[in-house]
């Protein structure tokens, strides 16, 4: 079940939040940033396998990741699940909605999670007040695009090794802006739904990655990664390149 905490005055707000710096878009004046961060009058904690939105309901709000992760899936009329996205703490949730004004995928918490609520009504006046922020948010819409773009670059052109190389090294890139380290991090989901969203079976995932480790190239434990060559995976990635090209 959804919790949902209304913020005061002594609640951690974007000012004073470890997070926040990622959250808030950059280019803002500390006045401008003061004044988007008095909309977050609201939070929401999500238990982990919950259903926090789904594909036709209402874009009401966009909201920001304060801890855990979730996943974006669609789902077809036979019942095939694809995953379309990861969302980590400090990252946007529900821009994928702007287009239609429905939320175009569902959204489930990997873990127990906590987001912070943008509600469209309060930014919509907030853009009109300060222009600047209407065109960071066009600069992040602009990313999630490109990178549902390389997602859809990636499954169609890229082998399965390629893959699983280019998702830790996109995993490492994530974790190294939120501040943790670039080569050890703990995977927030299983193998099954890594290889769903790169569209690999599980067993395959699996395979590679213990490839990896006999390689030298990461070493694994459960869920717990460590990079152990980031160049040897980008080589490796380079070398599929070649192979096909050749």
């Known amino acids: 079940m959804l919790k949902h905490l209304l913020l005061n005055k002594e609640s951690i707000h974007c000012s004073t939040c470890m997070l ?8 803002l004046t500390p006045s401008e940033t003061h004044r988007l961060t008095e909309l977050i009058k609201e939070r929401i904690r999500i238990p982990k396998g919950t259903l926090f939105f789904k594909v ?10 304060r801890s855990g992760s979730m996943k974006t899936q669609l789902e077809n009329e036979s019942g095939h699940v ?7 703490a400090g990252e946007l949730l529900g821009l994928d ?11 489930i918490a990997l873990e127990d999670t906590e987001v912070c609520v943008l509600k469209l009504s ?40 390629q893959r699983v190389a280019s998702f830790l090294l996109n995993l490492s890139t994530r974790f190294t802006n939120l501040g943790y380290s670039p080569n050890e991090f703990i995977l927030r ?7 769903n969203y790169l569209g690999l079976t599980l067993e395959t995932v699996s395979r590679l990655l213990s ?28 070398q599929e390149q070649n192979a096909k090209i050749k």
Request: one cysteine or more.
């Open 20 to 27: 926040g710096h990622l959250c808030v878009p950059g280019g």
């Open 56 to 65: 036709g309901d209402p874009l009401t709000a966009i909201y920001s990741i």
């Open 82 to 88: 694809q995953i379309t996205g990861f969302f980590l």
């Open 97 to 107: 909605g702007f287009s239609e004004g429905t939320h175009l995928s569902n959204a």
């Open 122 to 161: 309060d930014l919509d006046v907030l853009t009109q007040e300060i222009p600047a922020l209407q065109q960071q948010f066009w600069k992040i819409l602009s990313k999630e695009i490109s990178r549902s773009h390389n997602l859809v670059l990636s499954l169609g052109a890229m082998r399965s090794e």
């Open 189 to 195: 989901m299983s193998r099954e739904e890594i290889g």
């Open 211 to 238: 490839r990896f480790a006999k390689e030298g190239l990461i070493r694994i434990h459960q869920r717990q990664v460590q990079l152990l060559s980031k160049s040897g995976l980008q080589d490796l990635i380079k």
